[in-house]
């Protein structure tokens, strides 16, 4: 899978994509990641990226020449542009999962009051916001959708099994999950995941995953009503 980040901060990006997971993808060939400096595709010796907005009012809009002139330089022809803007879709497991079966894309950070409304008519494919709550970028958004996408590209994470089976996978909530030691500080294992009867660990799980989700969401709940599930 390729993706493109176009950000003014690409720094930003050096912890985050160069750590565990998405490391190891890189490194293995399953992720080809580019960040790109949109202050590298300005003009004047000042490099502006941003200005003040027509009409008047707070704060700096991103200008349109440096971005169009960086996707057309940097991003292959045809790759969807995806914005990150409190504006955009709720960004959801089914939509990373969408995001991770495809080729490739590319990812917007705006910042400021946000991007010249030409780049979001001309070149923006899709919005998605990471909830409704304003950042003062784009930029973590970003990385939460490209971390979000990778874990689910063949062969990142271990065991793809344990990515069918958590949050969200099956519409609910994860199930409570432990490891050694089996009594700690007087709290001990539920029995019956010390059982070894795999089909009773398994109707466990389940029921401790939709209790769950009836408690902390019942708007999965409802959702998975629904759609059909138990
Ligand atoms: C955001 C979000 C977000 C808004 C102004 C960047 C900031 C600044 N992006 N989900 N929530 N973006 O707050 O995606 O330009």
Same mark, same amino acid.
């Given at each position: 899978?390729?993706?493109?980040?176009? *950000?003014?901060?690409? =720094?930003?990006? #050096? +912890?985050?994509?160069?750590?565990?997971? $998405?490391?190891?993808?890189?490194?293995?060939?399953?992720?080809?990641?580019?960040?790109?400096?949109? &202050?590298?595709?300005?003009?004047?010796?000042?490099?502006?990226?941003?200005?003040?907005?027509?009409? !008047?009012?707070?704060?700096?809009?991103?200008?349109?020449?440096?971005?169009?002139?960086?996707?057309?330089?940097?991003?292959?022809? +045809? #790759?969807?542009?995806?914005?990150?803007?409190?504006? /955009?879709?709720?960004? #959801?497991?089914?939509?990373?999962?969408?995001?991770?079966? &495809?080729?490739?894309?590319?990812?917007?950070? !705006?910042? %400021?009051?946000?991007?010249?409304? @030409?780049?979001?008519?001309?070149?923006? #494919? =899709?919005? $998605?916001? $990471?909830?409704? %709550?304003?950042?003062?970028?784009?930029?973590?958004?970003?990385?939460?959708?490209?971390?979000?996408?990778?874990?689910?590209?063949?062969?990142?994470?271990?065991?793809?099994?344990?990515? @069918?089976?958590?949050?969200?996978?099956? /519409?609910?909530?994860?199930?409570?999950? %432990?490891? @050694?030691?089996?009594? %700690?500080?007087?709290?001990?294992?539920?029995?019956?995941?010390?059982?070894?009867?795999?089909?009773? $660990?398994? &109707?466990?799980? &389940?029921?401790?995953? =939709?209790?769950?989700?009836?408690?902390?969401?019942?708007?999965?709940?409802?959702?998975?009503? *629904?759609? !059909?599930?138990?």
């Amino acid at each position: 899978m390729r993706i493109d980040i176009l *950000t003014l901060f690409p =720094e930003m990006f #050096t +912890g985050p994509l160069s750590e565990s997971m $998405i490391k190891r993808a890189r490194e293995r060939g399953l992720l080809d990641l580019r960040v790109h400096d949109i &202050r590298d595709y300005t003009r004047d010796k000042h490099r502006t990226a941003d200005d003040r907005p027509f009409g !008047g009012g707070p704060g700096m809009v991103l200008k349109p020449e440096p971005i169009f002139e960086c996707v057309e330089a940097a991003v292959p022809k +045809g #790759t969807p542009l995806v914005y990150m803007t409190p504006q /955009g879709r709720p960004l #959801t497991q089914a939509k990373v999962a969408e995001l991770a079966a &495809r080729e490739s894309f590319a990812v917007l950070c !705006g910042h %400021y009051e946000g991007v010249d409304e @030409r780049v979001r008519e001309a070149l923006v #494919t =899709e919005e $998605i916001s $990471i909830g409704d %709550y304003v950042l003062t970028g784009g930029e973590l958004p970003a990385m939460v959708l490209v971390d979000a996408v990778v874990r689910l590209v063949p062969g990142v994470l271990g065991d793809e099994e344990s990515a @069918r089976q958590e949050s969200f996978a099956g /519409g609910v909530l994860d199930c409570p999950h %432990y490891t @050694r030691p089996e009594v %700690y500080r007087g709290m001990a294992v539920p029995d019956v995941l010390l059982s070894g009867h795999h089909g009773e $660990i398994a &109707r466990w799980r &389940r029921e401790q995953a =939709e209790a769950r989700t009836r408690e902390r969401r019942p708007d999965l709940a409802d959702q998975d009503l *629904t759609n !059909g599930h138990s």
